[in-house]
């Protein structure tokens, strides 16, 4: 085995041999350097059709047609570009937009952006278990509603959103619905040919790509229309200008092929994975698994250790590389908004340990994972005055704490 | 997040952690934190005829520069009048373990702690 062990595949991936060696075949002099809009020679030809390859394969992880996406710098920009391209293309229609308490923070800040420009948002809440209903997205609607945009499956928990049924009541009441793809390729069968999606953001470093390309698909029929957020020389249809990154591309379109081929192996083993990593913490006392237990991608294991706090586990568990929805984690003070979004109390917020598994996670992996959780939650509990209090009989929802 | 040598000492191995009897007289408890900001810590102390603190232990829920800041506080606290203990600040805490700014509220905590468990034992004391 190798330490640290990897169980953060959410917040990226490492890039697949194969894709980095189609990578490596577009950088220099001998290779595929062009530049894709250079019409007058060979080296942009060449160029160009790697590019449009790339984007058949894009499009083919997703059933579109290639002519729908638009490459972006990934999933954050396309956001951008989705959200804010809509709004102010159909401004004149009307100014509210539609999304959930738990969308990643590049939907969230694009609509706080919007609200400044004069726009109004209502943010859903999910239900308990992290899911956004079609019912909620229809009663939220109004005459002046020109866009919903909602993940398919959420970074931290791992729940899926029923994309098929929302997009029925969006097309019925003729609002652009915008979709948030990025935890979701590779895990999930995505057919835009079935779903009514009218954008959706894509981005290659979750799904075994490099960093820094994804795409915005933008439907064709019914056509859909954005505003560019990025003017120059018109590329991309004119949907988002500047030079193609051609190796990123080609990593990208090598990237969702293979997801293509092996997702559904892929899928049985990281579940079969994710069941053995539950079972080994299952006679442990005062364990929560937050989001929904099926509606959850294979790979996606949220669970809470109550009575013991989320940054000191992680520093525990130093072999292992984990992320916590532990305030102390990150740079503000207020534990996961999506944790608490779903209805978990600060303290299960606080005790949040997200481990996410991929195509290199073993089982061997796993097994260590369990002992060495067990190990430091058990430590931890025994330091813990409100493990104590617990085992005391006390219910410390009742207790009043002088909160500082 | 890096964290100090002397943090990770104290977490790997904290000092005189436990419980000691709350309704013995001489027995001090501060209890300070909640839950909901990450982090609770338990400082007991116990005096002896002297006002001398001849025992302290703790218990702590939080990062691990909140345990750190406990588990360092009994050692510093053994062995000191009331009087004394009072003195302890958390800036000199914070310059033991070479907290960063975004952990100096951990010390802030412990001294807190360290003076709500005085403020209980002498309390009980009087009464
Ligand atoms: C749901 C979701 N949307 C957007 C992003 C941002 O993607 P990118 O890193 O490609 O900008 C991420 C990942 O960080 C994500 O998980």
């Given at each position: 085995m190798q330490f640290p062990i990897y169980l953060d595949y959410s917040a990226t991936t490492p890039v697949d041999p194969r894709v980095a060696a189609k990578m490596a075949e577009?950088?220099?002099?001998?290779?595929?350097?062009?530049?894709?809009?250079?019409?007058?020679h060979m080296f942009g030809w060449k160029a160009e059709e790697a590019v449009e390859t790339a984007r058949r394969q894009v499009a083919d992880l997703i059933n579109?047609?290639?002519?729908?996406i638009v490459w972006t710098s990934g999933a954050t920009e396309a956001d951008n570009l989705a959200i804010k391209g809509a709004a102010h293309f159909y401004v004149k229609k009307g100014k509210h937009i539609i999304t959930s308490k738990i969308e990643h923070k590049a939907v969230l800040d694009s609509c706080r952006q919007l609200e400044r420009e004069g726009f109004e948002v209502t943010y859903l809440d999910p239900s308990a278990a992290g899911i956004i209903s079609p019912e909620a997205v229809a009663a939220a609607i109004r005459p002046d509603t020109t866009l919903v945009s909602l993940m398919h499956?959420?970074?931290?928990?791992g729940v899926i959103n029923d994309i098929a049924a929302i997009g029925k009541v969006t097309r019925e009441h003729k609002v652009i619905f915008h979709v948030d793809a990025a935890q979701s390729t590779g895990k999930l069968d995505i057919d835009l040919e079935e779903m009514q999606v009218d954008l959706m953001s894509l981005t290659a470093h979750k799904t075994y790509g490099p960093k820094g390309i994804g795409a915005l698909y933008v439907r064709r029929k019914p056509r859909v229309r954005i505003e560019p957020q990025m003017h120059g020389g018109g590329h991309e249809r004119g949907m988002r200008s500047g030079t193609l990154a051609t190796h990123q591309i080609v990593g990208m379109g090598e990237a969702y092929r293979l997801a293509k081929e092996e997702m559904h192996a892929e899928n049985i083993r990281l579940l079969a994975l994710r069941n053995r990593l539950l079972d080994g913490f299952?006679?442990?006392?005062?364990v929560f698994v937050n989001g929904d237990a099926d509606h959850r991608v294979a790979g996606n294991l949220n669970i809470s250790f109550n009575f013991v706090e989320g940054e000191s586990l992680m520093m525990a568990l130093r072999d292992l590389a984990v992320s916590s929805g532990?305030?102390?984690?990150?740079?503000?003070?207020?534990?996961?908004y999506v944790l608490r979004a779903i209805g978990l109390n600060d303290e299960l917020a606080h005790s949040s340990l997200r481990m996410t598994m991929g195509r290199f996670t073993t089982e061997e992996e796993i097994d260590y994972s369990i002992v060495k959780v067990r190990e430091a939650v058990g430590k931890l509990r025994e330091l813990s005055p409100l493990w104590d209090m617990h085992k005391d009989g006390?219910?410390?929802?009742?207790v009043k704490w002088a909160a500082h | 997040m890096a964290y100090s040598e002397k943090v990770l000492d104290h977490y790997e191995n904290p000092r005189n952690v436990g419980k000691m009897?709350?309704?013995?007289?001489n027995v001090g408890t501060g209890m300070v934190g909640a839950p909901a900001c990450g982090d609770v810590m338990r400082l007991q102390i116990k005096v002896d005829d002297n006002g001398i603190i001849e025992d302290a232990k703790f218990k702590t829920y939080g990062c691990g520069s909140a345990i750190a800041s406990s588990s360092l506080l009994t050692e510093w606290v053994k062995g000191r009048s009331l009087d004394e203990a009072t003195q302890i600040k958390n800036s000199d805490i914070a310059e033991e373990l070479g907290l960063p700014p975004v952990k100096i509220h951990c010390s802030v905590l412990a001294e807190d702690a360290i003076k709500a468990a005085i403020e209980d034992v002498k309390q009980k004391r009087k009464g």
């Open positions: 577009c950088l220099t002099l001998e290779a595929n350097f062009g530049n894709p809009a250079s019409r007058s579109c047609d290639p002519r729908e499956v959420n970074n931290e928990i299952k006679d442990m006392e005062e532990s305030a102390c984690t990150s740079a503000s003070l207020e534990p996961s006390i219910d410390l929802s009742q | 009897d709350d309704d013995d007289v």
